[in-house]
Every structure is written in structure tokens, then in C-alpha cells.
């Protein structure tokens, strides 16, 4: 399984961005996708997170609600995040990270996930 993140970049506050995460080696379609950010000195948090049953129902970190939207497309076996409004301390590397198959519904959890990807750099100035 290989997981690669890219979208991530330099941005003013307010901008915004939109992170993929391109999957391979797994069944995407049938499998839950998460995102996390690590920012420095900080541990790693949960961001948001997608299911494959139910609609594909999807959970967020309560400082990105409203603002950051995961949405997956199964034919490109791609996840992404979009992030409006972004800001200072939404800097962080960002990582996307799957479950193991099976697991119809996504976890804020990242002991939930087996595999992640290397993670892309989101750096946000005032």
C-alpha cells in the first residue's frame, strides 16, 4: 500500500488549498481515509475523516469545522482536503493516512489507521 500526499505550499492567511492524497495497492473504495497534521513541537492531531458506507459520512477536528471539506473519489483512488480560510496555525505537515479494509466508517483515532502516507508541508503566513 502506498499513500502519496501532495497540494501542500506556502499560503497567506485566508487563502486557499487543496491536498491529495493518491492511494495504491489497496481497495480504496472499500476502505476509510483520514487526514492528520503535525505542526513542530506539537504532536500529531486529527483533521478530518471519511467512511466508504452510510454516504461516505464524514467527521472534523473541531478547529477546522466549517473550513476544511474531505471528499474522496473512488475512481481516482484519491482523497483530498480542501482548506479555506486558512490560517496561521493551520501550519503543519499534513499527512493522509488509510484504515485497515473492512472499516466502513473513519476514526479521528490515528492508532485506527495502518497505513500513511509521507506528508506535505502547509505553512500559512499572517
Known amino acids: 500500500v502506498q499513500l502519496q500526499a501532495s497540494g501542500g505550499g506556502p499560503v497567506q492567511a485566508g487563502d486557499s488549498l487543496r491536498l491529495s492524497c493518491a492511494a495504491s495497492?489497496?481497495?480504496?473504495?472499500?476502505?476509510?481515509q483520514g487526514w492528520f497534521r503535525q505542526a513542530p513541537g506539537k504532536e500529531r492531531e486529527f483533521v478530518a475523516t471519511?467512511?466508504?458506507?452510510?454516504?461516505?459520512?464524514?467527521a472534523y477536528a473541531d478547529s477546522v469545522k466549517g473550513r476544511f471539506t474531505i471528499s474522496r473519489d473512488n475512481a481516482k483512488n484519491t482523497v483530498y482536503l480542501q482548506m479555506n480560510s486558512l490560517k496561521p496555525e493551520d501550519t503543519a505537515v499534513y499527512y493522509c493516512?488509510?484504515?485497515?479494509?473492512?472499516?466502513?466508517?473513519?476514526?479521528?483515532?490515528?492508532?485506527?489507521?495502518?497505513?500513511w502516507g509521507q506528508g506535505t508541508q502547509v505553512t500559512v503566513s499572517s
Open positions: 495497492g489497496l481497495s480504496f473504495s472499500r476502505s476509510s
Open positions: 493516512a488509510t484504515r485497515p479494509a473492512g472499516y466502513g466508517s473513519g476514526s479521528p483515532n490515528a492508532n485506527a489507521y495502518e497505513y
Open positions: 471519511i467512511g466508504w458506507i452510510g454516504g461516505a459520512r464524514s
